[in-house]
Antibody
């Protein structure tokens, strides 16, 4: 059964660094990409970046140099690190799996989300 | 970045009604379009990919269509469990972008 689960601190102080872990099961990180998507309460979803199955990363330029995604395939974990957090970074952070299928990307499985509040 | 404009922002439908949600891309996205349903407190669930391919396990009353810059999601025979937020998303170019969402309620 394919599962993804985000974990990390629910509260982060302004200007500090957010560290989240996505632990996956039921599939290999060497065969699928994992994305990070943010959802601001009451607003839409925002794609942040992804870890390709070959270990290459790509990021949304909206996060400039604040964002870093890495992985540990032996532990089936993908990590998100984002520094210089501000209150507008408050939201729910999801990791999601994707694969390429007959010419289209399919983002078919999502974690339950990690709620993050940026506040002093 | 490709802008995705979704309409309407909200709608209310009666049981058994057929509704349609639209998504307009700021440039041709060549059918690299997915639709998701999200219920309160839950993660998004994939409904449609490739503009018109139904994800496994999704009821056949959901269907997608469109090409170029214009796409739509149709829900036939509205059911209570169809209440929720719906998002379109393009995967033609990075960064992937989402529409603003449509809130669907049962009348």
């Amino acid at each position: 059964q394919v599962q993804l689960k985000e974990s990390g601190p629910g509260l982060v102080q302004p200007s500090q660094t957010l560290s989240l872990t996505c632990t996956v099961s039921g599939f290999s990180l060497s065969s699928y990409s994992v994305h990070w998507v943010r959802h601001h309460s009451g607003k839409s979803l925002e794609w942040m970046g992804r870890m390709w199955s070959d270990g290459v990363t790509s990021y949304n330029s909206a996060f400039t140099s604040r964002l870093s995604i890495s992985r540990d395939t032996s532990k089936s974990q993908v990590f998100l690190k984002m520094n210089s957090l501000q209150t507008e970074d408050t939201g729910t952070y999801y990791c999601a799996r994707s694969y390429y299928y007959f010419g289209y990307y399919v983002m078919d499985a999502w974690g339950q989300g990690a709620s993050v509040t940026v506040s002093s | 970045d490709i802008q995705m404009t979704q309409s309407p922002a909200s709608l209310s439908a009666s049981l058994g009604e057929t509704i349609s949600i639209g998504c307009l891309a700021s440039e041709d996205i060549s059918s690299h379009l997915a639709w998701y349903q999200q219920k309160p407190g839950k993660s998004p669930q994939l409904l449609i990919y490739g503009a018109n391919s139904l994800q496994a396990g999704v009821p056949s009353r959901f269907s997608g269509s469109g090409s170029g810059t214009q796409y739509s999601l149709k829900i036939s025979n509205m059911q209570p469990e169809d209440e929720g937020d719906y998002f379109c998303q393009q995967s033609h170019k990075f960064p992937w972008t989402f529409g603003g969402g449509t809130k669907l309620e049962l009348k």
